[in-house]
């Protein structure tokens, strides 16, 4: 990476920081304008791609009232041949906020960045595991 741009690993690290702060517009703020998340296994009612920021804030600016993360386990990080990509494996846990019921997921990420902030991130994730954990439409 060109000096003075963050590694991709440590953009990683602060997008994980900002989930567990609950500060979801410095975690938008890390994506481009252009970024977006990508949902492979979202089941059909469900966005399968956010794009752009002003798509992400709607989105995602809500998450910590369905689910409230206390914590990120096991995160590894995996380099690629490419380094401006970044494989991430990591279990989230904390509690299903409308219900209290305990939430824990395992999640891999493929996260592509450009210029020191992430332009794709590829979220995949069980969604069964998800709709059963939310007792309803499943909210990732």
Do not use: C
């Amino acid at each position: 990476m060109p000096s003075g741009r963050p590694a991709p690993s440590d953009v990683f690290r602060s997008a994980v920081d900002l989930l567990l702060a609950k500060d979801m517009e410095g975690f938008i703020a890390l994506f481009t304008e252009d970024g977006v998340m990508e949902f492979p296994f979202a089941p059909p009612d469900r966005p399968h791609e956010v794009v752009g920021t002003s798509a992400l804030r709607g989105y995602l600016i809500d998450y910590p009232s369905r689910l409230d993360i206390r914590e990120i386990k096991d995160l590894r990080l995996h380099g690629t041949t490419d380094p401006g990509v970044v494989v991430a494996e990591l279990t989230a846990t904390g509690f299903v906020t409308a219900t209290g019921q305990p939430y824990e997921l395992r999640y891999v990420a493929v996260v592509t960045f450009r210029d020191g902030r992430i332009a794709r991130y590829r979220d995949y994730w069980n969604p069964l595991a998800v709709q059963e954990l939310l007792a309803g439409p499943v909210a990732s």
